[in-house]
């Protein structure tokens, strides 16, 4: 009956204050003030809501959700902004591990009603944006990479990383997670219109999409001629151990046994090189490579794999 009472048409507050005299200790202390922050927020004087708001905040002085109430009434008050500005600055700092986004726009708010465009745009501008969509859009990956991890709702899993890339069609991660999907639904082709040729064209200049992109298809065993050009565009500009080591691997996988034998020698001194600064380094892997694909040449020649 108070809650009804403190808001809608003809709303106000004495019910609610009975209530909380009558009941000091209830556990419904904190929600009938909650329902009073509505009425005070809307419907009271500017002057009776202001010394509501102070008593409130005094009570809950590290609740982010009651400070904002008291921030939502000042802006709507226009006044005082000062001390709207000075709530809004601790919410920050409260022992919180989520910042709810409409603090960040209660506070943007205010410094508008300022009028420091600067910012307001510091706040709620671009950099805002850009968070909120990596923020959506991981969640979205989490949630699909949740149901392909388990092989059921895969056409929900879809739908999440199909999003997910149109908020940030950039991000290599999204791409491959969506390619996984695509292939474990028999949609091959699908797979390679999200991360195939088309995409790593338009990223060749890119050091992070071309390793990514590369070792994703390696370990597919698929796309691998699209997946050796990435590769060796990276060694262009970087020709590390790493990236020789996937070289080979996608050209033993094609069946280029003498590119795949040079590759894997590259990787190799690469590999002895690092020994002498980290004498710890594994350099086993490099030489059971160099090894696999000799052993392989000579079955294809019908040779001694012990040469």
């Not at 001629?225 to 970087?238: C, G, H, P, T, W």
């Not at 052993?295 to 001694?304: F, L, Y």
Request: charged content about 30%; aromatic content about 14%.
């Amino acid at each position: 009956m108070a809650r009804k009472a403190a808001v809608g048409s003809g709303s106000a507050p004495d019910l609610m204050w009975a209530f909380l005299r009558k009941y000091p200790q209830s556990q419904l202390v904190k929600t009938g003030y909650s329902w009073l922050s509505t009425y005070y927020g809307f419907y009271a004087p500017k002057d009776e809501a202001r010394k509501f708001f102070e008593e409130y905040i005094v009570k809950y002085p590290n609740d982010p959700w009651v400070l904002d109430s008291y921030i939502r009434r000042i802006i709507k008050d226009k006044e005082p902004l000062d001390r709207g500005l000075e709530l809004a600055e601790k919410i920050p700092s409260l022992p919180s591990e989520y910042v709810d986004p409409y603090f960040l726009q209660s506070h943007a708010e205010l410094y508008w009603l300022k009028d420091d465009k600067a910012k307001t745009e510091d706040i709620f501008g671009k950099e805002f944006l850009k968070n909120q969509k990596s923020e959506i859009a991981y969640l979205l990956s989490s949630y699909a990479g949740f149901w392909n991890d388990r092989d059921a709702n895969l056409d929900q899993a879809m739908e999440a990383i199909e999003l997910a890339v149109k908020i940030q069609p950039d991000t290599s991660y999204l791409r491959q997670t969506a390619a996984t999907i695509y292939a474990k639904m028999n949609k091959p082709e699908k797979a390679l219109e999200v991360f195939g040729r088309d995409y790593i064209q338009k990223n060749l200049d890119k050091s992070d999409t071309l390793y990514s992109y590369a070792w994703y298809w390696n370990q597919q065993g698929k796309n691998l001629d699209s997946a050796l050009e990435a590769v060796r565009k990276l060694i262009e500009y970087q020709p590390g151990l790493t990236y020789f080591d996937i070289q080979t691997q996608i050209l033993l996988k094609l069946k280029n046994y003498d590119e795949a034998l040079k590759s894997a020698e590259q990787a190799l001194a690469l590999a002895r090189e690092s020994v002498k600064r980290r004498p710890g380094f594994a350099i086993k892997p490099y030489e059971a490579r160099v090894q696999e694909i000799k052993t392989a040449m000579a079955k294809e020649k019908g040779g001694d794999i012990r040469k």
